[in-house]
């Protein structure tokens, strides 16, 4: 139907220009197309690339083992099926660490829906990122809270 409207419509554009005017009218209407489409396609890429403003806590033993917290990115993983499910944390080591941090995925109503675990290692003076991987099922949105511990 859209495509049949389509066709009417450029035939109305055809019959109302005349020959020299024709290429001109496409060429506008190609242009403004190009326009929309590039419009569209600069919010779509603005909204991917949006991050959940996650809520972390970490408890205070790591805290005086000297890790402490940067940026946090919660993303999806590609098994996901789009499920925000993937805990990036920047994180900064004032003194040498070496141990396995728990990181735990709470709903809006505190119950717990996920919980992964991870070997981490960094010397003083040491950043970097670290990616935890929750269950595909995980859907961690904005009004969830992470632990870390």
């Excluded at 805290?63 to 590609?78: A, Y």
């Amino acid at each position: 139907m859209a495509l049949r409207s389509l066709i009417i419509f450029l035939g109305i554009l055809f019959c109302a220009c005349t020959p020299g005017k024709i290429k001109e009218n496409i060429n506008k209407t190609g242009d403004a197309a190009g326009q929309a489409i590039g419009e569209f396609t600069s919010g779509v890429t603005t909204g991917v690339k949006k991050v959940i403003d996650a809520h972390v806590t970490m408890n205070d033993n790591l805290k005086n083992q000297g890790v402490t917290l940067g940026k946090v990115i919660v993303t999806e993983d590609s098994a996901s099926a789009g499920n925000e499910n993937v805990l990036i944390i920047y994180m900064i080591f004032n003194k040498d660490f070496k141990g396995t941090i728990t990181a735990k995925a709470f709903d809006n109503k505190n119950l717990e829906m996920g919980r992964t675990k991870l070997d981490i290692e960094g010397k003083k003076d040491d950043a970097r990122y670290f990616e935890f991987h929750f269950d595909r099922r995980t859907d961690i949105d904005k009004d969830s809270q992470l632990t870390i511990e």
